[in-house]
């Protein structure tokens, strides 16, 4: 996850569906396919690969999502994420911690 250059801005993608923009006055995390920043007032939450509960946490959102409906495309992009966490933990074993 380098930082690269997109429409004048500076961008690092975080997922493949979002990216954090740096611009010259604000930082935002934006929808990198339609460049649409996540509102100011919006609540975002972030999982870290080395906690120790996110293999299961993501697991049990893939299932949520997949009986709410969610789409085929969408239940692959989070079985990418698992897969890359997953892959993650298994060469970062030693920095896997519960969360505090």
Do not use: C
């Amino acid at each position: 996850m380098g930082w690269n250059e997109k429409k004048g801005r500076i961008m690092q993608n975080l997922d493949g569906k979002y990216s954090i923009t740096q611009g010259a006055s604000k930082s935002s995390i934006v929808n990198t396919a339609t460049g649409k920043p996540i509102p100011d007032d919006e609540p975002v939450f972030i999982l870290r690969a080395k906690d120790s509960a996110v293999l299961e946490t993501l697991g049990h959102y893939k299932s949520i999502t997949r009986l709410m409906g969610a789409s085929e495309e969408f239940l692959t992009h989070i079985e990418q994420i698992i897969i890359r966490f997953a892959e993650w933990e298994d060469d970062n074993n030693h920095l896997m911690k519960v969360p505090d």
